[in-house]
């Protein structure tokens, strides 16, 4: 299924995503238009595209308040898990396992796309360049210098210091940090094996520094030189970091960008149960993946199960139109439509 070329705008927020939006009565009967509250946590990734989400369905539906938490993909599975949350929100789509484990079954409900920026501070260095074998090679710690002949050899006449580097990761559980890891493991098998494929990997590399969500990771970038870390490509722009341009599987140097990232996830293909990952595309922006809503097949009551029907269809098509002013891949209308068809056949009270 192919995403439009216009369609990864986004906007960076440093809120921490506590927003009381309001949504009205769309599917409801008369009888479910009362105030009705839904709360929601989850990942950092789509933190700027929800809070948009959250300020716009208020003007069209005050109703009814949706409340998310951008605490981390991992928090928000584990509160999905719990049943402490009406909807999580995650970049790494829900195992079997992890489906499982809810006890009220689960829908996996994809809202938008992304790309992850490698984000870098080393002054004097501007457009720094690194390919399919180093980046992976920096990132598993067989790389700890900046003028390490293999970076150099990917800049050629660059001023690079002979200056330690200094990792920034997640300190949370990372829907960032999944699709990060999921590239570097798809094109390196030493990284595959001594890092691995997670939204928690084990980091075994020296000079780490952790930040809690893409906010906390861009930060120690913009202030510690000689840094090195992954954010999603908002936080990159509006915070105002470099971001290296990585070599794609066809060979090409390529920047962060809104076409960049549409080229990568044209060919995304959506199975039955909307769980996909995109690995190593072969062409466009190579660091990209999907963001999912996580939403319950039963509700404690018939005003929640309505509620929360409500939200998904505002999402999935009124919503949509936001994602572009954001920087956000939108779901093609096809995949939504289907989307919406499980969700409003399933979700019940």
């Known amino acids: 299924m192919n995403f439009s070329t216009t369609t990864l705008h986004r906007a960076f927020t440093t809120s921490a995503l506590t927003a009381a939006v309001a949504i009205g009565s769309v599917l409801a009967a008369p009888a479910q238009a009362q105030a009705q509250s839904i709360n929601g946590a989850g990942a950092t990734f789509p933190a700027p595209l929800y809070e948009r989400y959250a300020r716009e369905v208020r003007k069209k539906f005050p109703s009814m308040k949706v409340n998310y938490q951008a605490i981390g993909s991992g928090g928000g599975i584990r509160q999905t898990i719990a049943g402490t949350v009406d909807f999580g929100g995650s970049d790494a789509a829900m195992t079997d396992a992890d489906m499982a484990k809810v006890k009220n079954g689960v829908i996996l409900v994809p809202t938008a796309g992304g790309a992850v920026s490698v984000v870098y501070n080393v002054p004097g260095v501007n457009n720094l360049r690194l390919s399919r074998g180093t980046l992976p090679a920096v990132f598993s710690g067989q790389i700890t210098n900046w003028n390490d002949p293999k970076i150099k050899a990917d800049n050629p006449g660059v001023n690079l210091p002979n200056q330690p580097i200094r990792f920034a990761v997640r300190a949370d559980g990372s829907g960032t940090t999944f699709i990060f890891t999921n590239h570097l493991s798809s094109i390196s098998p030493y990284f595959k094996g001594r890092i691995g494929t997670g939204t928690a990997p084990k980091w075994t590399l020296p000079n780490v520094l952790k930040g809690k969500g893409n906010p906390g990771v861009a930060a120690i970038v913009a202030r510690t030189p000689g840094s090195i870390g ?32 549409n080229t990568a996830l044209s060919s995304v293909n959506f199975p039955s149960n909307y ?75």
């Open 230 to 261: 992954y954010v999603e490509y908002s936080y990159a722009t509006q915070n105002r970091l470099r971001s290296a341009q990585l070599q794609n599987k066809s060979g090409e140097f390529v920047s962060p960008s809104l076409q960049s990232a």
């Open 275 to 349: 769980r996909t990952f995109v690995g190593d595309p072969e062409k466009g922006y190579p660091i990209v993946g999907l963001t999912w809503m996580m939403v319950y097949k039963q509700y404690p009551n018939a005003a929640k199960s309505e509620a929360v029907k409500k939200w998904i269809n505002w999402v999935l098509t009124d919503g949509q139109q936001f994602n572009d002013d954001l920087n956000y891949t939108r779901i093609p209308s096809a995949v939504a439509n289907r989307v919406l068809q499980t969700v409003n056949s399933t979700v019940k009270p």
